[in-house]
T-cell receptor, first 120, second 112 residues
């Protein structure tokens, strides 16, 4: 597609429920990122996918968080047994190359509009 | 630890006035540097980036940023602010590894 698409745009759930957030990256982009943006905070890195390589999960805050990327395209971020502190905007981004090659000048993240999660 | 600091949480400027948003980084080596803007309800949009070379970088929407190695800074500037510039601005940095590291953002309010 023309941009990075995320769904749902808004999700309200009860504490303890599982939620899934979806990201459709730009077609052809091999790199995909998830970030979390809490109120008054910066962007917290969660996970990074690059092609068929093992994902960098170093930013996931707990084992309740997981993510998949199927067929090198669509990604799903799953939060199990949600807690109130999980309330945030979850942002997905994609790029044409992994940022390790940033010196080429071509590796810039394009962000989706985000999924706002509210845990009651 | 590697970090990006935006000292100003909120800034208010009058329309037509000049703007400077501060960004400092703490890295062992000079990182790649970026400024992003986030309008309400929107995703982040890249304003400009610095990888190497000329320390004054031009971006979209009339923004520019200057890399100063001696001050570990990458401040964003605009000569004349428009009401549509009201948004959240994020500075970000990257060195080895893949995670783009963001500052906590500066919220810009533009008054008539």
């Amino acid at each position: 597609g023309a941009g990075v698409s995320q769904s749902p745009s808004n999700k309200v759930t009860e504490k303890g429920k599982d939620v899934e957030l979806r990201c459709d990256p730009i077609s052809g982009h091999t790199a995909l990122y998830w970030y979390r943006q809490s109120l008054g905070q910066g962007l917290e890195f969660l996970i990074y996918f690059q092609g068929n390589s093992a994902p960098d999960k170093s930013g996931l805050p707990s084992d309740r968080f997981s993510a998949e990327r199927t067929g090198g395209s669509v990604s799903t971020l799953t939060i199990q047994r949600t807690q109130q502190e999980d309330s945030a905007v979850y942002l997905c981004a994609s790029s044409s190359f992994g940022l390790a090659g940033a010196s080429s000048g071509a590796n810039v993240l394009t962000f989706g509009a985000g999924s706002r999660l509210t845990v009651l | 630890a590697q970090s990006v600091t935006q000292p100003d949480i909120h800034i208010t400027v009058s329309e037509g006035a000049s703007l400077e948003l501060r960004c400092n980084y703490s890295y062992g080596a000079t990182p790649y540097l970026f400024w992003y803007v986030q309008s309400p309800g929107q995703g982040l949009q890249l304003l400009l980036k610095y990888f190497s070379g000329d320390t004054l970088v031009q971006g979209i929407k009339g923004f520019e940023a200057e890399f100063k190695r001696s001050q570990s800074s990458f401040n964003l500037r605009k000569p004349s602010v428009h009401w549509s510039d009201a948004a959240e601005y994020f500075c970000a940095a990257l060195t080895s590894g893949y995670a783009l590291n963001f500052g906590k953002g500066t919220s810009l309010l533009v008054t008539p």
